[in-house]
C-alpha cells in the first residue's frame, strides 16, 4: 500500500491544513492575483472547489469584495477552513460548505466564479462536474479551475524547499510530472467530448481552465 493511503480523513485533512499554512502558503496568494488578473471578478459570489482549510479562497476574498465559499468534500476540512477565515477575520464573507463538485449544494447561476486548485486532478467524473459548473455559474461566470503555484519565483521556491526536505522528492516528482501530462490530457478530452468552449493556461503560474458561461 503506497504510503498515506490508510491515512484516515481526519489526518489527511490536518496534514494537508499543515502544509498549506507551511510550505505552500506563499503559492495562494500568488495564485489569488493571477485570478484576480485573468477573470477580473471582484464582487459577488465566489465557491472555491475542494478548498481544503480553504486558502485560496481567502486569499482571494483579501484582494477582492467577492463573499466566498469553501467547498469540500470532507468534512474534516470545515475545522481547519473556519480557523483560517476567524484567523484572517473574514468570518462576514467566508463560509464552509460541504459539498461534491458533481452535485454541489447551489442554486442554478449562483455564482459569478468557480475556482480551484489541485483538486480537478482526483475528479473521477469530469464531465459531470463541468456540468455542474456550468449549472451552478451565472450568466458571464467564470472559472479559473486547476493546478499550479501562481508564478514561477513561487514555483521555483516551493520546489527548491521540498527537495531540501526530501532528498527523494525529485525522483517522486519526475513519476508525478508523468501522471499531470495524463490528468491534463484527460481533463482537456473531457471538455472536447461535451463540446465545453474553454481557455487553457499553461504558463509559469500553472495550468488552469477559463470557462466562462
Known sequence: MPQGEHRSAAEKAESMARVSRGLFAPAYPAI???IK???GTTEGICIDAGAGSGMLGISLAKITDLEVVLMDLLPENRK???ENIIREKLENRCRFVQGDI???PFDNEYANLIISRGSIFFWDDLKSAFTEILRV???GGKTF???GFGDAETRDYICGEMAKEDP???KDDEEGKKKTVENRIRILMALEEEEISYRCISDDSGFWIVLEK
Request: net charge negative; glycine share 14%.
Open 32 to 34: 489569488a492575483g493571477r
Open 37 to 39: 488578473e485573468v477573470c
Open 80 to 82: 481547519y477552513a473556519e
Open 102 to 104: 458533481t452535485d454541489m
Open 137 to 139: 455559474l451565472k450568466p
Open 145 to 147: 479551475i486547476g493546478g
Open 168 to 170: 527523494e522528492w525529485e
